[in-house]
């Protein structure tokens, strides 16, 4: 089973997020589990215990920003994969400091998410 989690305090991007992620494992007949989170806070805390293989991850948050949140994620595990998902082009070079797999700016179109994920999935 895939372990998902993915976190945007934005509820609205979160719900597509999820949605989107949700039609991609069931097109493609995937055992996952996925798990939303609100505040990248919620899921610092939901690492500590439990780990993810693949993290969706805003970068714009409150108190710590989705680039902190990946290299905290990357320090705790070097094989899992990391998607960041944001309005804001200008963090695209520091977001590879955590090697995500790719950078999707918003809106995320559902097959820019699709191929990313197919990707992610693969390794």
Not at 54 to 77: A, H
Not at 102 to 118: A, E, G, I, M, S
């Amino acid at each position: 089973m895939i372990r998902i989690a993915i976190c945007d305090d934005m509820p609205d991007d979160l719900q597509n997020m999820t949605s989107l992620t949700d039609q991609f494992l069931a097109e493609n007949g995937l055992d996952a589990e996925l798990t939303e989170f609100s505040h990248p806070d919620a899921l610092l805390t939901a690492i500590e215990r439990d780990s993810f293989h693949l993290y969706i991850l805003d970068i714009v948050m409150p108190m710590v920003s989705g680039l902190e949140l990946g290299k905290e994620i990357r320090r705790l595990d070097s094989e899992a994969q990391i998607i960041y998902a944001t309005t804001e082009p200008q963090f695209a070079l520091q977001a590879y400091a955590a090697s995500p797999i790719n950078y999707l700016l918003k809106p995320v179109y559902r097959q820019q998410l699709f191929d990313t994920l197919k990707l992610a999935v693969s390794k």
